[in-house]
Structure formats: C-alpha cells, structure tokens
C-alpha cells in the first residue's frame, strides 16, 4: 500500500510539474505572439510648392500676398477627437467609422492640419498669429474639419477624404465662408495606404484654402 501510495505521489507530482512546463509555454508562446505596440504616423514634410513653369509669362497673374491672420484651433467632431485612424467600408455600413488597431496618429488630425496650414501660410508669404496675440482688426480663421477619413469603396480600393469648412471673421463679422472637400487614392488597402491618402487629400484642401484666402480682401 505504502509503494502504491508513493506511485501515486510521484504521478501527481509529474503532472503537476507538467502542467506548469505548459502553462509556462503558452505564456511564452503570448509574449512572443504579442501584436507590436501601433505604428505612428503624421502628414509628412511640409512639401514645397512647384516652382512656374519656365514658359509662363511674367505678367501671369499671381494671387496677393496674404495678409497677417489669427487661427483659432481647428474644431473636428467628438469622433475624430484623437489619435484614431478611421476608416469606412461604403459598400457594406459607410454610417459606421471603423478604427484600425494598430495604427494611430502622432496628435489628433485637427491639430496636425493646423501645423501644416500654419507652416503653408507662412510659405504663401503670411502671419499667423495666435488669438491671444492678435490685434482687434486682424482677421480670424476659423475652421472646422468634419470628415478625415479613408473610405473603401471596395476590399482593394480605398481614397483619403477630408472636409473642411473655414470661415473668417473680423471681430465678431463674418467676413466669407467656404468648404473644401478633397479626396486622393490610396496607394494600398491598409494603414499606411490610407495616411498616403490623407496627407494628400489634407494638402490639397489647404493650397485651396490658402488660395481663396488669397482671393479676400482682407487688409
């Protein structure tokens, strides 16, 4: 009885030991397996713009030097509050903006299309001030982002779309009003696809901000 009791110690103790080698395996086997921590992206370097072509006249026309305006902090909605990638699949539920899960924004999208509207502004020739430190006259730029989004119009197909509406005040006046809608192709069906996109589509609707600006009378 006592040999029969000591087999059944020692057999208990072999599973015991066993069970812990395994549990120490799968755990090994998650850290190893473990997803790596979300890739970072911002829109790039500024680009600069292209320079005339040799063949265009010098008496081309060329749009005013802008004059010194204030920026407040773009505005986007509760949703695009952070430092979340969305993307939409239109041809199965376009209502619902999906997150990516291993992918993220070094800021949230306003604030990186703020620092590069600031940076355009400055290459177009004009003054950013901060609100603080604007005198009462100088105009206000206003603007609200309500879509920066890649959206799939197919499992292969994808364009980085971004909406913007700016408006510009003196004092409290609205001075003018206009949106912008962008939209650039995605060179891949992923996350790094997708901010190709953005930054591309965000560019574009700047450079035309920038140039309605232009267009205002504001001094």
């Known amino acids: 009885m006592a040999t029969m009791k000591t087999h059944h110690a020692l057999g208990r103790r072999v599973l ?19 997803p ?18 040799p063949q265009a006249s010098p008496t081309s026309q060329r749009l005013p030097a802008l004059p010194a305006l204030s920026i407040a ?35 949230p999208p306003g604030q990186l299309l703020q620092q590069h509207l600031k940076s355009r502004i400055a290459q177009a020739g004009g003054a950013v001030l901060s609100p603080a430190a604007a005198a009462p006259n100088v105009p206000v730029l206003r603007i609200e982002a309500d879509d920066f989004t890649q959206i799939f119009s197919s ?18 006046t609205l001075v003018a009003q206009r949106s912008f809608v962008r939209q650039a192709p995605a060179p891949s069906a992923d996350a790094a696809g997708g901010v190709r996109a953005l930054a ?7 450079g035309a901000m920038i140039a309605w600006l232009a267009s205002l009378d504001l001094k």
Request: charged share 15%; glycine share 6%; aromatic share 8%.
């Open 200 to 206: 591309d589509a965000g560019d574009a609707a700047l």
């Open 16 to 34: 015991i030991g066993a069970g812990i080698a395994a549990l120490s395996l799968l755990s090994a086997c998650s850290v190893v397996s473990r």
């Open 155 to 172: 499992p292969a197909q994808s364009v980085g779309q971004v909406s913007l509406r700016a408006s510009v005040f003196r004092e409290r």
């Open 36 to 53: 790596d921590a979300a890739m970072l992206y911002d829109l790039g370097p500024l680009r600069t713009q292209a320079a005339a072509p």
């Open 73 to 107: 902090d773009i505005q986007v909605p509760a949703w695009l509050d952070s430092s979340l990638i969305f993307y939409r699949l239109s041809y199965a539920n376009e209502q619902q903006p999906r997150p990516y899960a291993q992918a993220r924004w070094s800021m």
